[in-house]
Structures are given as C-alpha cells and as structure tokens.
C-alpha cells in the first residue's frame, strides 16, 4: 500500500481505511441508524399520546421549562434530555462495530501482516486506525446529530412549542455525544488492539455479542443516558459538560495514549 506524493503515511492509510469501511462494511454499520430513528419515533409518540403517568415525569419537565415556552413540554423535554444520550449511544454501537470489524477484518484477511511487511511502523498503523475510528464516529455522529435536529425541528414546526436553548446546552447537546463516541471508539481500540484475546473479534463487520470488549466500550455510553437524565436538570448545562464531559475526555486521552504507546501487531496476531 503506497502512499500518495505528498501525503503523509498514517493518512494515507487512515483513507485506504476509510474507504473500505464505505465500500465493504456499509451495510452492517448503518445498521443501528434505523433503530436509532425507531427508538426516537417509539418516545415521541409515547410522550405525546402517553397517559397522565407518563407525563409526569419531573427530570423531563424541569429541562423543558429551562429550555421551551408553549405546549407538549415533556416531548421536547425528553427530546432535549435523552435525544444527546441516545445518539450518543448508538453512535457508540456503531464506532465498535466499525472498530471491531475492522480488526478481525483484517486478521482475517491477511492485512496486519501486509502492513508488517510494509514501511509502516507499529506507530504509524495505530495512528492511521485511531484516525479511522475518530473520522468513523465524527461520521455518525454528524447522521444521528442531523436526525436528532430533524426530530426536534418536526415537534416544534408542529406544535406550539417554542425553544430558547442558551450557548451552554447548544454545546453540550453537540460536544458531550461526539466526546462518548470517541471515548467508547478509543476503548474499542485499547481492548481489540492490545487484549485482543478479550474481544474474540470476528471477520467483516459484525460485532460478537457479549463479550467483554463490548461491555467495556459501552459504559461511557450508556452512563450518558444516567448523567443527561439526572444531572442536567440539576446541574445546568454547563457545569454538567465540564464535569462529565472532561471525565469522558480524560478516559478518551489515556486509552488513545496507551493505543498509541503500547500497540503492537504482533500481539494481535498472536491471539
């Protein structure tokens, strides 16, 4: 794999990734984008055709009263609290599949040992594949991210509902998702990379349920649905982003580091 005049390397081979994760894996990685938009549609609905239980909850109300003026104030609440986490959340399923896919993918095929019998470095391979997981989840979140604003966009086009989101919720809502993406991505990487034996990675796309690289990738993902539910009524915005947002930034740092320091080709294949 030659790169091109000019560009450099781990480039290079960040889009030679890139490109076969678009022209061979596309159709298992766009598979959490249809549950994502179902899982959306199931809360609007409920939210707006839900009895009076449902349309107590407080967390949802508090948040839509910061935020919103006007009618169907849980809808945009829950809109507003769990649209962020929950595209935050299959995004993170989609980076691990790509991440995972790519790994067996190219044990599978033969291509880590290409790469060793290529001018890369053992440096310059995990700087391309961190490059491919960071392009990957900014990818996804961009399609959940516009999903999300179409859905709020539908509601408040729809209804008397009227938003009045301040600076620090508009960075929140956009920053905390990608930050959960990239943690969960970079975790993916650490666990499939350097304890590949924990991962049993498979061949193409697929994600091999259950085990522990998995389990381990999503639990930043799945605690943004605790921290935007419980904390952003409470906290505010933006002493929620500094505080659960640099928590997420220093886990994606330290896994990115050790990726970057400790990966070795040999150990994968070894596996």
């Known amino acids: 794999m030659t790169a091109p005049t000019g560009?450099?390397?781990?480039?290079?081979?960040?889009?030679a990734l890139l490109w076969r994760l678009l022209h061979e894996g596309r159709r298992h990685l766009l598979a959490p984008v249809l549950p994502f938009v179902a899982v959306l549609a199931l809360m609007l609905f409920t939210s707006l055709r839900g009895s009076g239980a449902v349309n107590g909850a407080g967390s949802f109300l508090d948040v839509a009263a910061r935020y919103t003026?006007?009618?169907?104030?849980?809808?945009?609440?829950?809109?507003?609290?769990?649209?962020?986490?929950?595209?935050?959340?299959f995004n993170s399923v989609s980076v691990t599949r790509a991440v995972q896919g790519l790994v067996g993918a190219e044990v599978t095929r033969g291509g880590l040992e290409e790469?060793?019998?290529?001018p890369?470095?053992?440096?310059?391979?995990?700087?391309?594949?961190?490059?491919?997981?960071?392009?990957?989840?900014?990818?996804?979140?961009?399609?959940?991210?516009?999903?999300?604003?179409?859905?709020?966009?539908?509601?408040?086009?729809?209804?008397?509902?009227?938003?009045?989101?301040?600076?620090?919720?508009?960075?929140?809502?956009?920053?905390?998702?990608l930050l959960i993406a990239l943690t969960s991505g970079s975790l993916a990487l650490l666990v499939s990379l350097l304890f590949p034996r924990l991962t049993q990675v498979g061949?193409?796309?697929?994600?091999?349920?259950?085990?522990?690289?998995?389990?381990?990738?999503?639990?930043?993902?799945?605690?943004?649905?605790?921290?935007?539910?419980?904390?952003?009524?409470?906290?505010?915005?933006?002493?929620?982003l500094l505080a659960a947002g640099g928590g997420t930034l220093l886990?994606?740092?330290?896994?990115?580091?050790?990726?970057?320091?400790?990966?070795?080709?040999?150990?994968?294949?070894?596996?």
Request: aromatic content about 8%; glycine content about 10%.
């Open 69 to 89: 003026s006007g009618g169907h104030a849980l809808t945009v609440g829950i809109l507003l609290t769990l649209g962020p986490a929950l595209a935050a959340l």
């Open 7 to 15: 560009v450099p390397r781990p480039f290079a081979l960040t889009r």
């Open 120 to 177: 890369y470095t053992p440096r310059r391979i995990s700087t391309a594949v961190l490059g491919y997981m960071a392009a990957a989840a900014t990818g996804f979140w961009a399609a959940y991210m516009a999903i999300l604003v179409a859905a709020i966009s539908l509601v408040v086009g729809t209804t008397s509902a009227h938003l009045r989101l301040d600076t620090a919720y508009t960075v929140l809502s956009l920053v905390f998702p």
């Open 115 to 118: 790469l060793l019998a290529s």
């Open 203 to 240: 061949g193409a796309a697929g994600l091999s349920g259950g085990n522990l690289g998995n389990l381990v990738s999503m639990v930043p993902a799945v605690g943004s649905l605790f921290v935007l539910t419980y904390g952003l009524p409470r906290l505010g915005a933006g002493r929620l």
């Open 251 to 271: 886990i994606a740092v330290v896994s990115v580091t050790l990726v970057a320091a400790r990966f070795s080709p040999e150990n994968v294949l070894d596996s």
